[in-house]
């Protein structure tokens, strides 16, 4: 596609949260332009996917694998913070309609599944006493939370080991196809009038009286009204353009998955304290993540791909007999607090973050896209963002 002279917005990374964002500004009416530097690893193409509202703020999927993996770590991991897990389950109860929307629009189906849920396995006593301050931590607003017996679990997935005390059952926490949700959302913006470029990676921002009024890319440069940084674990990269510091850091994830099997082998998305486990529509079984502060290489390690493989056999035994089929790594943008960067920039009256979604981002994406168009169109975000603008990190850098 050609690349414009001007647009009123200007996204820039063309992964889950800048393609949410740019169909939630196209839908508006704003004229839009995606540049994607096509950068293999961003976060969207390492992600399994799962939309763990519940279980990542409390802590569980990467959250406690990253955890485990500390070794000055205290004895369990803590919940995010109130005001984030409400963002994260209003954005999850989107998907539904969002799917149904994309599916009319363009075709595509993100493979949003609504009854799953997510298990978390419990093998000894110290998790037992955890998972009693997990349910606390959850509270009656957020649906309701089980504790499954052992028997409970053999019932509903026989293939789960039988060496568990018991488990967590949270029945709103489901998953989706990233990579089509990725595709959904781009083409979606396109047919609604944006203007979607690849191989643009953006080198220049041109300043003027305290606006952003030309991107410069390696596809050309284009005249713009407002710039969005969603380049996910390069969102530093892109903020140093326009002078600005935010603390973002590659968080490198390594990903295995197996042959396919007989699609509902496994019945529920699985998080251990070793791994997450959950098995995809076409019938692939996906064992990850590890989650590494990193730089921005993309390796993978054949002792951090059998220890993955080691805690999903250790979940569920029968996957001993399973062959692999591929694995690859990706980067999540990290922050200090583990919350993501939103909104406006307190250095530039037309510069906006959409960034830091880190083991969040997928289930993020369609409120995270919402709230920064709002922003960026002056209007008042439907959910307050005030707890994720960049300006609370300032004492980082005076």
């Known amino acids: 596609m050609v690349m414009r002279k ?11 949260i800048g393609s949410s964002v740019a169909f939630s500004l196209a839908r508006r009416g ?3 332009t995606l540049l994607d530097a096509s950068t293999p690893g961003r976060a969207t193409s ?6 763990w509202s519940l279980g990542e703020s409390l802590g569980l999927g990467c959250g406690v694998i990253l955890h485990t993996s500390q070794k000055d770590a205290g004895a369990e991991p803590t919940p995010l913070p109130l005001k984030f897990m409400d963002f994260l389950w209003e954005s999850n109860l989107l998907f539904p309609k969002l799917a149904t929307e994309l599916l009319t629009l363009c075709g595509i189906n993100i493979e949003a599944e609504s009854a799953t849920g997510l298990l978390y396995l419990i093998y000894d006593e110290s998790q037992e006493s955890h998972a009693s301050r997990i349910i606390a931590w959850a509270g009656s607003d957020h649906g309701a939370l089980e ?3 052992p028997q409970r679990i053999r019932d509903e997935d026989p293939l789960i080991t039988h060496n568990l005390r018991n488990a967590i059952h949270f029945p709103g926490d489901n998953q989706v196809n990233p990579i ?3 595709e959904a959302l781009k083409r979606g913006a396109c047919a609604k009038g944006a203007c979607f470029i690849a191989e643009a990676r953006v080198h220049a921002l ?10 410069y890319s390696d596809k050309g440069s284009i005249s713009c009204g407002a710039v969005v940084n969603a380049a996910g674990a390069w969102g530093a990269q892109i903020a140093k353009l326009a002078n600005i510091e935010i603390p973002i850091q590659p968080v490198r994830g390594q990903i295995i998955c ?4 007989h699609p509902g082998t496994l019945r529920s998305n699985l998080s251990t304290r070793d791994c997450y486990i959950l098995q995809k529509a076409h019938g692939e079984i996906i064992i990850g993540s590890t989650t590494e502060y990193s730089d921005f290489s993309t390796k993978v390690r054949y002792e951090d791909i059998c220890n993955l493989a080691a805690g999903a056999i250790r979940a569920v035994p029968a996957l001993r007999n399973v062959t692999l089929k591929r694995s690859w790594s990706g980067l999540r943008p990290g922050t200090p607090d583990e919350l993501p960067i939103l909104g406006p920039a307190e250095e530039l009256e037309n510069f906006f973050h959409a960034t830091g979604g880190f083991r969040t981002g997928i289930v993020a994406a369609p409120l995270t896209g919402e709230v920064v168009a709002a922003s960026v169109l002056g209007l008042k975000p439907k959910f307050p963002i005030e707890s994720f603008l960049a300006h609370r990190f300032q004492r980082i850098y005076d």
Not at 7 to 16: H, K, L, N, Q, W
Not at 206 to 215: G, K, M
């Open 6 to 16: 001007f647009s009123d917005v200007v996204v820039i990374g063309g992964g889950v």
């Open 258 to 261: 197996t042959e396919p099997l």
């Open 30 to 32: 704003a004229s839009v």
């Open 147 to 149: 504790q499954w017996t």
């Open 206 to 215: 041109r300043c003027n009286n305290r606006r952003i009024v030309e991107v």
């Open 180 to 182: 089509l949700l990725n």
């Open 46 to 51: 390492a992600s399994a996917g799962g939309l």
